[in-house]
């Protein structure tokens, strides 16, 4: 029975080997590409330092701050129009920021991320690695909501309190040499709600795991989340040749879902907090 033992650890280690080389291959992939009402988007190939806030005379940016060689930290700024800096929130940004306008009055939403994408700017299927979510008071300088974000949920947009996100399927896996198994996850889309953050709520499961069967013969698949008042679009492209040596993103399926209401007709407020940030 000590002879067993002693290779115990070693089955182990076998049999969560294929979950450790498995994940996000940062050379390839399924992108993202989200797209807001006026046009704005953000996708793998934007490197911009600074980015326009969705909705709202701001901009924002984020640097690695005093205390990075410690903890990876970043520091996140706030610009007017003018590029000058209105706001400063140490140790709350990431080497990916982008805001939208918040439904409450000069309010604007962050999604700080960090993905797992050195030839990319991010947005690749399966590699966004962690994310805190803000919801900022321009006026007051406050951090109305602040919320860490799960890997792989890619916040995508927020009404009132509920904040939208997607997140990829998983395949079936099995470990210990195949006794335990998981069966496939669908990809969805959900929302969290600020007075209930640590429940998900379902609003679209998908038909797929990771990405739909589109029949394609493109040399890349992007996702594209185009939101509006009521609806987000999700259309899977497929970017082909389309002759003359012109090549364009082709939809190959699309799926159209409704934003509901708030239950409480959006009557909940935020409590303010984080009064001691700002600049």
């Known amino acids: 029975m000590k002879k ?20 996000c291959n940062p050379e390839s992939g399924t992108s993202y590409e989200i797209i807001y009402p006026s046009g704005l988007s953000r996708g793998p190939c934007d490197w911009e330092d600074v980015v326009p806030v969705e909705g709202a005379p701001y901009q924002l940016t984020s640097g690695k701050s005093e205390n990075f060689e410690k903890n990876r930290s970043y520091d996140l700024w706030v610009l007017d129009e003018n590029g000058e800096v209105l706001y400063e929130y140490p140790e709350l940004g990431n080497s990916v920021v982008r805001g939208e306008s918040g439904d409450q009055e000069n309010t604007v939403w962050v999604s700080c991320e960090l993905w797992n994408t050195p030839h990319h700017s991010g947005y690749l299927n399966g590699c966004l690695k962690e994310s805190t979510l803000l919801l900022l008071d321009m006026e007051a300088r406050d951090i109305l909501f602040q919320a860490e974000v799960g890997e792989n949920e890619c916040y995508i947009t927020s009404r009132e309190t509920r904040c939208y996100f997607y997140k990829p399927g998983e395949p079936e896996s099995e470990k210990l ?18 007075g209930d953050w640590a429940e998900p709520h379902t ?16 040399v890349e698949n992007r996702a594209k989340f185009y939101l509006s008042e009521n609806q987000i679009r999700v259309a899977w492209t497929s970017y082909e040749s389309v002759g003359d ?11 159209e879902i409704p934003l509901a209401e708030n239950a409480d007709g959006g009557s909940q407020k935020y409590r303010r907090s984080g009064a001691g940030y700002g600049k």
């Open 177 to 194: 040499f195949g006794l335990l198994k998981t069966p496939a996850q669908s990809a969805e889309l959900y929302y969290r709600d600020t």
């Open 4 to 23: 067993f033992r002693k290779w115990i650890p070693l089955f182990l280690f076998l049999g969560l080997l294929p979950a450790l080389l498995t994940g």
């Open 245 to 255: 040596n012109n090549w364009e993103y082709l939809e190959k399926k699309v799926y």
């Open 203 to 218: 609003v679209y499961t998908f038909d797929y795991v990771d990405e739909p069967n589109m029949d394609g013969s493109g």
